[in-house]
């Protein structure tokens, strides 16, 4: 059977197996999947449902062999039925980093990692996980993998999707610009939550607070993953374009300065977003330390549209000459 026939029956018999548990306990979809992702899983049914239910749910299942898939296209169904799920929400927040942006964040976290057998990565903000798992599923490193999600539901459909993955990320509910109990990281990767942070308590705890009014969260948390990378260590974020021309830019820029060297300015196509003031860059800097010098010239660069294969690929040569011209290890 091809690969492909595995994938989309991987979807379909999830998506089936949702429904049906959505209908029979009154959960929304996101909700129905995370149960259904354990069943699969966990290769039982434990939910309280009808013994008809537990028929059907079983009969879909079985048809899924999780060991003829690659991880990547566990995660790719899997992100599948949550986009569905999305769509039927009404939280703002809950929102996935579109896959080729995924990607091709992955391609820079190897760039960043190249001369490393392992390391450490922190997702501030990992959402349903699907950032974080394609870059390790496109990474041959060993791997510690450190996420936090403040939203319950985002968080279990991250966790049985990292299960499904055979992913060992260490997830931890909580508000990631509280105190984390975990050891700097080599690096930080993140589609970050953009906005005001409603807590003033916690954001005066940082120097990024606004100096009147309410602090930015993506500020804050630029921060807060700053302090635990390691000296030298690499963050990789996704950022708004206006965070540069926002009243609180000049104090961000002035901090960034101050403890960090910014190595690559990457905007994102502007078709990929709705509006353009929604539009998004990749922003990577790097935390100072000692014997870390910043590179003579920053990559500064509009990224072409990722369905451009040609256009994207000379884009890959012009970043991976850069990369070797001015990472200094």
Excluded at 197 to 226: C, D, F, R, V, W
Excluded at 264 to 275: D, G, I, N, R, Y
């Amino acid at each position: 059977m091809a690969n492909k026939d595995h994938f989309e029956i991987l979807f379909t018999n999830l998506d089936e197996s949702a429904q049906i548990i959505q209908n029979e306990c009154e959960l929304t979809y996101l909700e129905a999947l995370i149960y259904a992702g354990e069943c699969l899983f966990e290769e039982e049914i434990s939910k309280p449902i009808s013994e008809l239910s537990k028929k059907k749910i079983k009969n879909a299942l079985q048809n899924v062999d999780l060991g003829e898939l690659s991880k990547e296209q566990i995660r790719k169904a899997f992100q599948l039925a949550i986009l569905k799920g999305m769509k039927e929400a009404t939280q703002s927040h809950h929102a996935m980093t579109p896959d080729a942006v995924a990607v091709f964040m992955s391609y820079l976290v190897n760039k960043v990692t190249e001369k490393k057998e392992n390391f450490r990565v922190l997702d501030p903000a990992v959402g349903s996980g699907n950032l974080l798992t394609a870059i390790l599923n496109q990474t041959n490193k060993t791997v510690a993998s450190f996420a936090i999600e403040p939203d319950e539901t985002l968080l279990q459909l991250g966790y049985v999707s990292a299960n499904l993955q055979q992913h060992n990320i260490e997830f931890f509910h909580q508000d990631s610009l509280t105190e984390i109990f975990i050891d700097p990281v080599d690096i930080v990767v993140a589609d970050l939550p953009v906005g005001y942070y409603p807590n003033q308590e916690i954001a005066n705890k940082y120097e990024l607070k606004a100096k009147e009014g309410m602090s930015y969260t993506h500020h804050l948390m630029i921060e807060q993953s700053l302090n635990y990378t390691k000296q030298g260590g690499f963050l990789i974020f996704m950022i708004p374009n206006f965070m540069f021309e926002s009243d609180q830019a000049k104090q961000f820029h002035t901090y960034i300065k101050e403890h960090a060297h910014i190595y690559a300015l990457l905007q994102l196509p502007k078709s990929m977003f709705k509006e353009e003031k929604n539009a998004k860059s990749i922003f990577i800097i790097r935390k100072k330390g000692e014997n870390i010098k910043a590179p003579n010239q920053a990559l500064l660069s509009e990224l072409p549209s990722f369905s451009n294969k040609q256009a994207l690929s000379e884009m890959i040569k012009s970043i991976n000459n850069w990369f070797e011209a001015y990472l200094k290890y």
